[in-house]
């Protein structure tokens, strides 16, 4: 995998929204944030760009994407927020300049889209919070992040939830959101997880559809030989009038009880206020014992 440079002071950041959109006094934190990092902030013309939900129309958040990955200046794009629209535009951005010098594409959610995408470019990218959150996350969700863009040693020791499977394993860390991923499935951005480990996190679904949507990721062959499953936060999920009868843990590990890789529930990564950077298409090992995880890059 291909690592993008890791940041410098006075390395330029510019933050788009290529989904849902935002105004200019909602990113204002991220923007004093990265400022006080030592970093410049450029400011894409998305934002306060509206079209319905959308930050403009699918040709201007092209265009306003496009620009980002051409600029040589640019070092990192920090997608602004999530919500719904990525998968719109993947398909006409042209990668061909990020491919000769890869900059770390940032975000969560929505962004698996990109994620995804260029991943079976080879090249390594950060799943991690966005500028619509940043008042809210907690100090070591936001430390995690400027360690992971400024090339800090990163690992995370968390206490082992009761459901989790226990076993070691290494491989390449993959994932994303689980909607996204599995609303990929059969497209180019669609990811290849032999011999790696797979991160999910999701919110506000409804139980009936999780297992729904792993039960279609088993059937399309991602956990025969997945060498570990982080599940981050599953954040307010929903259930019908007639109960569905188990809730996300439960669904999870009976779909994947064949399997033998370990299982790790409750890692604080996904829409969380703790949403700890994770560096996808980087080599990892994970530890999960009885009373601790580690997860080290």
Request: with cysteine; aromatic share 10%; hydrophobic share 40%.
């Amino acid at each position: 995998m291909i690592q993008p440079t890791y940041l410098q002071k006075n390395d330029t950041v510019a933050i788009v929204s290529t989904a849902r959109k935002i105004s200019l006094k909602e990113i204002q934190p991220a923007i004093k944030l990265l400022k006080n990092w030592g970093l410049k902030v450029v400011i894409g013309n998305t934002i306060g760009f509206e079209e319905n939900q959308f930050a403009g129309t699918d040709a201007q958040r092209i265009s306003d994407f496009q620009e980002m990955l051409d600029n040589p200046e640019i070092k990192a794009i920090w997608c602004s927020r999530g919500g719904y629209g990525t998968v719109r535009i993947i398909d006409k951005l042209d990668f061909t300049e990020f491919k000769k010098q890869p900059k770390w594409i940032i975000g969560y959610s929505d962004i698996t889209v990109l994620h995804n995408h260029i991943h079976n470019f080879g090249v390594e990218s950060l799943h991690a919070t966005m500028p619509i959150n940043v008042s809210k996350n907690t100090e070591k969700s936001l430390a995690s992040l400027k360690k992971c863009l400024f090339g800090n040693a990163i690992s995370y020791k968390i206490a082992t939830s009761e459901d989790s499977k226990t076993g070691n394993s290494s491989g390449f860390l993959v994932g994303g959101n689980l909607s996204i991923l599995f609303s990929l499935l059969g497209s180019s951005s669609a990811i290849n997880t032999n011999g790696k480990i797979l991160f999910i996190e999701d919110l506000d679904e409804y139980l009936y559809h999780i297992d729904r949507m792993f039960m279609n990721l088993k059937r399309n062959g991602y956990f025969n030989n997945l060498k570990g499953l982080i599940v981050g936060g599953m954040s307010d999920m929903n259930d019908n009038a007639i109960p569905f009868g188990k809730n996300s843990k439960e669904i999870i590990l009976d779909v994947v009880s064949e399997f033998d890789f370990p299982v790790v529930f409750d890692f604080p990564a996904g829409h969380l206020k703790d949403n700890r950077a994770l560096i996808l298409g980087r080599k990892v090992s994970l530890e999960v014992e009885k009373e601790k995880t580690i997860l080290s890059f």
